[in-house]
């Protein structure tokens, strides 16, 4: 791995810790003000992926030397590459990378290229809050509230099992939902339990 890509991996993971931790404060605050909120929307299991911060793919083509290679979408929503320089990938499905890396190639570099871009790492989610061990963990497929609470160890004793608000961004923009234990939670959301009222 080279050195810059180990400073864009610890340059974006920084960045999203400080997301989630402000995130987190957001939670505090709107969610005892807000009263009831919204449930959690929930896509189809087969909803299109769409990177950001943290994820890390993988870029194949083998007609141009120096473009295969495992990139980190950073803090700015882009990868660099040693051919095209920065090229800014976020919200974009791995189709759409696809496309637009095989366009800027065919512009003076290669004639008809053709790319494959696959996720290698999606980017982390985050659980917090009353849980054992809250923090940031490695996104697994098809995870929920419940699963994502029991990755962090499981509710204490002062956790309010009906009281976890999710929040995710949407359009750029962080907004909070209800989560109940069977949905469905994304790569990036931060999972917040709320402390029970004895």
């Not at 990139?71 to 095209?84: E, K």
């Not at 929920?144 to 309010?160: D, I, K, P, S, Y």
Request: include cysteine.
């Amino acid at each position: 791995m080279t050195t810059t890509i180990k400073f864009e991996r610890y340059y974006a993971r920084t960045a999203v810790l400080w997301v989630a931790a402000l995130l987190c404060a957001a939670c505090v605050t709107a969610g005892s003000a807000n009263g009831r909120l919204p449930p959690l929307p929930q896509s189809p299991g087969d909803a299109t992926y769409r990177l950001d911060t943290g994820d890390t793919i993988e870029i194949r083509m083998d007609t141009v030397q120096g473009m295969t290679g495992t990139y980190i979408v950073n803090d700015q929503g882009v990868i660099s590459t040693p051919i095209l320089g920065t090229v800014d990938v976020r919200n974009l499905s791995i189709a759409e990378v696809e496309t637009l890396l095989e366009q800027r190639l065919s512009e003076g570099f290669v004639l008809d290229p053709e790319v494959n871009v696959q996720v290698v790492t999606a980017r982390p989610f985050f659980i917090l809050g009353e849980v054992a061990r809250p923090g940031e963990y490695a996104y697994r497929q098809n995870m929920t509230v419940l699963t994502a609470v029991a990755v962090g160890g499981g509710f204490t004793f002062r956790g309010n099992e009906k009281a976890v608000v999710v929040t995710r961004i949407i359009d750029g923009e962080p907004k909070q939902f209800r989560g109940r234990p069977t949905d469905r939670i994304l790569p990036g959301d931060t999972v917040y339990v709320r402390e029970r009222i004895f």
